[in-house]
């Protein structure tokens, strides 16, 4: 039965320690990069307003919101949302960040493929993600255990909803690494940082 799985717990343990230690990382480089000062005198507020307008993006508005590390670009509503830290920062963080951010805005603008699916999906892994715990429960409760059938079937279901958020990650590894490599090139083609 799968809930004694190895491969299972193992996946499952791999997947937690990969995200934590992934938070701990951004967490790291913004700390990090948060004590190193720009020369130009602009935050990073000004830094996503003048990398949008070299792009000819001209329909993105730029606006903070509370919170650490809750920036976000919202392709609904074409907002770009920086956290406090970040809006009114001069950090080098504070300009990866909002360069980061921007990058998915060019993204959206260009027609970005993943992007409009990893938007689409948003839902579907919500959903998905979160009636799966309790899919998880009940089959256990129905003596998925134990092997039952109803038992068994309920688990894969609620492994298959479960599949959509690691589907949601799988889409966003490759969204995020384009939106920071079109990040430092207008970065550094812009002549906003030195190396
Ligand atoms: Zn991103």
């Known amino acids: 039965m799968i809930f004694f799985d190895p491969f299972y717990l193992l996946v499952l343990?791999?997947?937690?320690?990969?995200?934590?230690?992934?938070?701990?990382?951004?967490?790291?480089?913004?700390?990090?990069y948060g004590r190193i000062a720009t020369r130009s005198g602009m935050t990073g507020a000004d830094v996503a307003r003048r990398i949008l307008a070299d792009n000819g993006i001209s329909d993105?508005?730029?606006?903070?919101?509370?919170g650490?590390?809750?920036d976000h670009y919202?392709?609904?509503t074409k907002t770009l949302r920086l956290?406090?830290?970040?809006?009114?920062?001069?950090?080098?963080?504070?300009?990866?960040?909002?360069?980061h951010e921007v990058g998915h805005a060019i993204q959206h603008a260009k027609g970005y493929a993943l992007l409009?699916?990893?938007?689409?999906?948003?839902?579907?892994a919500n959903t998905g993600g979160g009636i799966s715990m309790f899919v998880i429960i009940a089959a256990f409760l129905l003596g998925?255990?134990?092997?039952?059938?109803?038992?068994?079937?309920?688990?894969?279901?609620?492994?298959?909803?479960?599949a959509t958020t690691t589907?949601?990650?799988?889409?966003?590894?490759?969204?995020?690494?384009?939106?920071?490599?079109?990040?430092?090139?207008?970065?550094?083609?812009?002549?906003?940082?030195?190396?």
Do not use: C
């Open 68 to 70: 650490r590390l809750t």
């Open 116 to 124: 409009g699916f990893r938007s689409a999906w948003v839902p579907v």
């Open 167 to 195: 589907i949601f990650t799988l889409v966003t590894l490759p969204v995020e690494f384009d939106a920071s490599h079109r990040a430092l090139v207008t970065l550094e083609s812009g002549g906003y940082v030195t190396q």
């Open 83 to 99: 956290s406090e830290p970040v809006f009114g920062s001069r950090s080098m963080a504070a300009f990866g960040v909002a360069a």
């Open 13 to 32: 343990g791999a997947g937690m320690l990969l995200s934590l230690w992934a938070q701990a990382r951004v967490k790291g480089a913004f700390a990090k």
């Open 60 to 66: 993105v508005r730029v606006e903070p919101v509370a």
């Open 74 to 76: 919202d392709p609904r």
């Open 144 to 162: 998925g255990a134990q092997g039952s059938a109803i038992g068994n079937t309920l688990a894969w279901v609620g492994i298959g909803l479960f």
